[in-house]
């Protein structure tokens, strides 16, 4: 197997995708099985064309930790069913009411509002399935696994708690604290939950894992400033959802607190911070920093 290192970012990001969607293809009910439309549903959403941004943060992590890691992909699967869960829930009617996602009709318009919401649920719970079924990890690492993505996913300073903090802050004032409190939560939790998870399946501990905490808040902290941004900048087409929602329903955003360009120099300072948390892992660090770059760089 070629190490990750060797492959160019490009061809290091396709072969990563192709074995997450393998995996999720694995661990992912087929259409035919009983009841298919719930299965139909999930997958639909599942393989609508994501970039999988969460799964290759835990690839890299691990591999960072371990070398290159056969079976983290299983792990990875878990974090992207729940990212899933969650998009298929903001774009309800009841929440964002969203028609496009991913360039494609949203679940609910395709399977109606009562089996979005299933398929979330469904895509919520096989996680922690994965997570408890994963293949050669010890009982004490799977449990640490299912509390460190429960914890990223919850109420606690954790997505749920910014999806609240985001559906009450409508219409407010754009103000800093808020704005912080919104996407640490609703974005960057699970996005530095995803390169830990990577580290612990992996086997890191103390400064390592401490180190790739710090790139995970960096990063996470970056990718949603661009998200905003690019809610404003770019068409729905190159998005694949509908842009310009956020200032539509008055949503609390980077732009709308600071401006474009202090959004610009934000999301550069959280790139250059989460590649100064690498220090501690030296070379091994370096697939970690080409995604920070990529995440602050995308243009979608």
Not at 18 to 29: C, S, V
Not at 111 to 134: K, S
Not at 245 to 269: C, H, N, W
């Amino acid at each position: 197997m070629i190490p990750p290192t060797v492959l160019g970012l490009s061809d290091y990001l396709a072969a990563r995708q192709k074995r997450i969607d393998e995996a999720l293809d694995r661990w992912t009910p087929p259409e035919s099985a009983s009841p298919p439309t719930i299965h139909r549903a999930m997958r639909y959403s599942l393989f609508a064309g994501g970039k999988r941004i969460r799964p290759l943060l835990a690839m890299a992590a691990a591999e960072a930790v371990a070398g290159d890691c056969a079976g983290v992909e299983d792990l990875a699967c878990a974090l992207e069913m729940v990212h899933t869960y969650s998009l298929i829930h903001d774009d309800l009617p009841a929440l964002d009411n969203d028609d496009l996602r991913r360039g494609r009709p949203t679940c609910h318009k395709v399977f109606g509002e009562a089996m979005a919401i299933l398929a979330g649920d469904a895509l919520l719970t096989r996680a922690f399935q994965v997570l408890a079924q994963l293949p050669g990890v010890d009982g004490e690492r799977k449990a640490w696994l299912v509390e460190e993505l429960a914890a990223a996913s919850g109420t606690a300073g954790g997505m749920i708690a910014g999806q609240v903090n985001d559906l009450e802050g409508e219409g407010r004032p754009p103000e800093a604290q808020l704005l912080e409190s919104i996407h640490r939560a609703k974005t960057g939790a699970l996005l530095k939950a995803s390169v830990r998870m990577g580290a612990i399946w992996a086997g890191a501990g103390g400064r390592t894992l401490e180190a790739l905490s710090s790139y995970g808040e960096h990063a996470g902290l970056a990718f949603q400033i661009v998200d905003d941004l690019l809610d404003v900048e770019q068409s729905s087409e190159a998005l694949g959802k509908t842009a310009g929602k956020d200032l539509a329903q008055g949503k609390i955003t980077f732009p709308a607190v600071y401006g474009l360009e202090r959004s610009r120099e934000m999301a550069e300072l959280e790139r250059r911070r989460a590649h100064e948390a690498l220090f501690e892992l030296g070379e091994r660090g370096a697939r970690l920093k080409q995604l920070a770059d990529r995440i602050v760089r995308r243009s979608r």
